[in-house]
Every structure is written in C-alpha cells, then in structure tokens.
C-alpha cells in the first residue's frame, strides 16, 4: 500500500519481508490470513526472484508470488538488491529498506530470523531489516531526508524452517486455527508450483503448526520471535501462557 491509498485506521499497515519469492508464505503465511481477516492493510517487499533456486524461472516465481499475495490479502513489490545467493551485509541496502519503511509506514514489519542457517539470504535480509528499522527514525540521514522519519512499533522475526527459530528466545505464538485461515494459508503456500513440486514443504509447515498449536491447546500456531523487549500497557494486554499451567 502506499501513502494516499485507504487504509483501515484500525490497524497500522503490516509490512512483511522476504528474501525469496516463497519465504512469507512459508514461514509466516497463517499469520498474513489471520491479520488480512482482521482488516490490516499488508504488503510484501521480496528482495530477489529466486532467480537461483534449483527449480522455476524468475518469471514463474514472480506470478507464483503475486497470485500467492492475492490470496492472502497483501500488495506485493519486488526489489533488487545484490540478486538471489549474492545478498551481502551493506549499509546501502538498509537505507534502501529504511526508505521502503518511510514510504509505506509500516506500525509492525515482518522479516526472516537473523539465525545462520539454511539460506544465507535469509538471516542477511533479517539483519538488514533490523537496521534498516533504526535507520527509519533517524533524522539526520541524508539518504533519506526526502521523507519524514518513521518508527515502527514492533519488528517480529519468522523461521521459514524449523532450523533458523532462534533457540535462546520464548517465542511468541499466534493461533490460527481457524479453518478459513489454514485453508487460505494452504492455498498461497500451493501457489509456489515450482517449489512445491520438489518436497512436500506445504506438510512440513503445517506439521510445525500443528505441532506447536499442541503445545499450547490449540489446533494450528505460528512462531515469530522478538529480539527486543516487549512493552505493554497493562497485564491486560498480555495473552496468556503456551503452558498451560
Ligand atoms: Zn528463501
């Protein structure tokens, strides 16, 4: 979404990263159904066109992405950075993503884990968000002078596998249960053709939630991790417990 376009005032946009065509969906797709359901204005920023995976052309990957977009309820945009398995660490990229930030005036932003593991694009993007974050509400940047300075309210960390979840943090689940929700998810995770077609990742993600749903009493849940502290207004807003006690 851009600045002029309506937006529900109820919700602050959701701003949601990935390093390649399939990793939101993937790794936090439920939670994108759940937060389009309630009404919150989403779009997707996808920093390459996995032009180096093993299977499907940038040119499928990109309409696989948009159609997944579509189903989930997000706006979608590609940028380039240093191109797919070249993504390095630079303080140029995190200005261009802090420029992203002040343009579209995310309240939450969405990126994959800072964890090394499995794709090096993955935690690089992650590290550059989280700058890129900080470098929004800065006022002196020359850079990004031409747009007022923004801050974001809150930056959560998704794990497109199981190995790049952060081990030393409580991570915080969000249920999405609801058959509509799984059933969205499972669509825009089935729009990646290409990807699909190698291993069954569509029964991988949803075994995890399922898996982590169990651990909390509910049917299906999604991780995502803060690596700052959380702040809340009162006790009232606090959830409650994966445990059960
Ligand atoms: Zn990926």
Redesign the pocket.
């Known amino acids: 979404m851009k600045p002029g376009l309506k937006s529900q005032p109820k919700f602050a946009p959701l701003l949601a990263f990935g390093?390649?065509p399939?990793?939101i969906e993937f790794g936090c797709g439920g939670i994108i159904a759940r937060e389009a359901q309630l009404g919150r204005p989403i779009h997707f920023v996808i920093c390459s066109q996995g032009e180096a995976g093993t299977y499907g052309t940038p040119k499928q990957r990109i309409a696989e992405s948009k159609k997944a977009a579509k189903i989930l309820g997000a706006t979608i945009e590609f940028i380039k950075l240093d191109g797919d398995a070249h993504l390095e660490i630079r303080a140029a990229h995190a200005l261009k993503l802090a420029q992203i930030l002040r343009h579209t005036l995310p309240g939450i932003v969405l990126a994959p884990s800072v964890v090394e593991n499995q794709?090096p694009?993955?935690c690089r993007l992650g590290n550059l968000v989280r700058d890129a974050a900080r470098l929004a509400r800065f006022g002196g940047v020359k850079e990004l002078r031409r747009l007022p300075s923004h801050a974001i309210d809150q930056l959560f960390f998704y794990a497109?596998t199981p190995e790049a979840e952060p081990r030393d943090i409580s991570p915080v689940l969000f249920d999405i249960s609801a058959p509509e929700i799984i059933s969205a998810w499972t669509a825009a995770m089935s729009a990646h053709q290409s990807q699909v077609k190698a291993r069954n990742y569509i029964e991988l993600q949803l075994t995890r939630a399922r898996l982590l749903g169990a651990r909390a009493g509910l049917g299906h849940a999604i991780a995502l991790f803060l690596i700052d502290p959380l702040v809340l207004a009162s006790l009232a807003q606090s959830g409650r417990s994966a445990r059960r006690f």
């Open positions: 390093a390649h399939d990793d794709h694009g993955h497109v």
